[in-house]
């Protein structure tokens, strides 16, 4: 890779950073297509030190992970309207100074649902209340989907049901909900609790489909118990690749080489594959 003084430059801000998947992954896309670009992972935690530096220094477009997604919104010049539908950005571009913010990873779940579900008129239970649940809930209520929240925290639940017009339902009834698909955005059963899962296996029912936004590892217990029993199933990582890649166009203009950022995601992952 050549690097001079034309090289554009990205990167990811949050804390911590050093298990983020998209420094490969972005890099990956840009050798894939021949870009003069290079994306770091910048570890910090003052939000305003970030914009500030993203102005000075012209970083062409900027990754946004926890703690920042939601602190950022006010620092940017435009959200766009998603974006603060959600209450979260989670990639700035910035053109001639001029800083705009977005949330793919709405954009990230829509593509990798619709790649096995097609979602007008469908019921989802999704479980979790959180950034992941928002950006998922906004954009399913946006395409037609009766929406059902779990959470533990019920307050929190309700809120978040009360936004989106959907059902609050409590974590011991969700077997009684009869559901096309089931989203898991909690951290549960990421590394290293692999061997946890919120679901009871007889929620899952054959011909459901069940997506977990875990991408740590790629297949969660959840996931393993929904594939035995006969439902569809959707890795985090396919949403994870999925947002990158509307990052990517956002940054570029260019289509994203998907299969190559798939491949760069997976390996960083599972260095051995
Ligand atoms: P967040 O805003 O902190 O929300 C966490 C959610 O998980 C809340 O609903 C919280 O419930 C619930 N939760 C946490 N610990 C729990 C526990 N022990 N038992 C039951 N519920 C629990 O986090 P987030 O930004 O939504 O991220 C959640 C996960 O999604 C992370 O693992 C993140 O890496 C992943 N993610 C993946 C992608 C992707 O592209 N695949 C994109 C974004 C995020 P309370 O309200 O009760 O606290």
Same mark, same amino acid.
């Given at each position: 890779?050549?690097?001079?003084?034309?090289?554009?430059?990205?990167? *990811?801000?949050?804390?911590?950073? *050093?298990?983020?998947?998209?420094?490969?992954?972005?890099?990956?896309?840009?050798?894939?297509?021949?870009?003069?670009?290079?994306?770091?992972?910048?570890?910090?935690?003052?939000?305003?030190?970030?914009?500030?530096?993203?102005?000075?220094?012209?970083?062409?477009?900027?990754? *946004?992970?926890?703690?920042? =997604?939601?602190?950022?919104?006010?620092?940017?010049?435009?959200?766009?309207?998603?974006?603060?539908?959600?209450?979260?950005?989670?990639?700035?571009?910035?053109?001639?100074?001029?800083?705009?913010?977005?949330?793919?990873?709405?954009?990230?779940?829509? =593509?990798?649902?619709?790649?096995?579900? *097609?979602?007008?008129?469908?019921?989802?239970?999704?479980?979790?209340?959180?950034? #992941?649940?928002?950006?998922?809930?906004?954009?399913?209520?946006?395409?037609?989907?009766?929406?059902?929240?779990?959470?533990?925290?019920?307050?929190?639940?309700?809120?978040?049901?009360?936004?989106?017009?959907?059902?609050?339902?409590?974590?011991?009834?969700?077997?009684?909900?009869?559901?096309?698909?089931?989203?898991?955005?909690?951290?549960?059963?990421?590394?290293?609790?692999?061997?946890?899962?919120?679901?009871?296996?007889?929620?899952?029912?054959?011909?459901?489909?069940?997506?977990?936004?875990?991408?740590?590892?790629?297949?969660?217990?959840?996931?393993?118990?929904?594939?035995?029993?006969?439902?569809?199933?959707?890795?985090?990582?396919?949403?994870?690749?999925?947002?990158?890649?509307?990052?990517?166009?956002?940054?570029?203009?260019?289509?994203?080489?998907?299969?190559?950022?798939? =491949?760069?995601?997976?390996? #960083?992952?599972?260095?051995?594959?």
């Amino acid at each position: 890779m050549k690097i001079d003084q034309h090289t554009d430059l990205y990167g *990811v801000i949050g804390s911590p950073i *050093v298990h983020s998947l998209s420094p490969a992954m972005h890099n990956a896309a840009f050798a894939a297509i021949g870009r003069n670009a290079v994306y770091l992972a910048f570890e910090s935690k003052d939000i305003i030190g970030c914009v500030r530096s993203m102005k000075a220094l012209g970083i062409n477009g900027l990754s *946004v992970t926890i703690p920042h =997604k939601t602190p950022i919104l006010p620092l940017l010049d435009e959200v766009d309207e998603m974006a603060q539908q959600i209450g979260a950005v989670n990639t700035i571009v910035n053109v001639d100074g001029r800083l705009s913010g977005y949330n793919t990873d709405a954009f990230g779940a829509l =593509k990798a649902l619709e790649e096995k579900i *097609v979602l007008p008129g469908k019921t989802c239970l999704l479980i979790g209340a959180g950034g #992941a649940a928002r950006a998922i809930g906004f954009a399913l209520q946006a395409h037609g989907v009766h929406l059902f929240i779990v959470n533990r925290s019920k307050k929190k639940g309700l809120r978040l049901a009360h936004h989106l017009g959907a059902e609050f339902v409590p974590l011991p009834e969700i077997e009684t909900v009869p559901t096309d698909l089931l989203i898991q955005t909690t951290p549960i059963g990421m590394v290293p609790g692999t061997d946890q899962s919120l679901v009871p296996p007889g929620a899952l029912k054959a011909g459901m489909v069940v997506m977990d936004v875990i991408y740590n590892p790629i297949e969660t217990r959840l996931l393993a118990e929904a594939r035995a029993r006969g439902c569809v199933t959707i890795s985090g990582l396919t949403m994870f690749v999925h947002q990158g890649a509307a990052q990517f166009r956002l940054w570029t203009g260019n289509e994203a080489p998907l299969g190559v950022m798939t =491949k760069a995601a997976e390996q #960083a992952l599972n260095p051995k594959w």
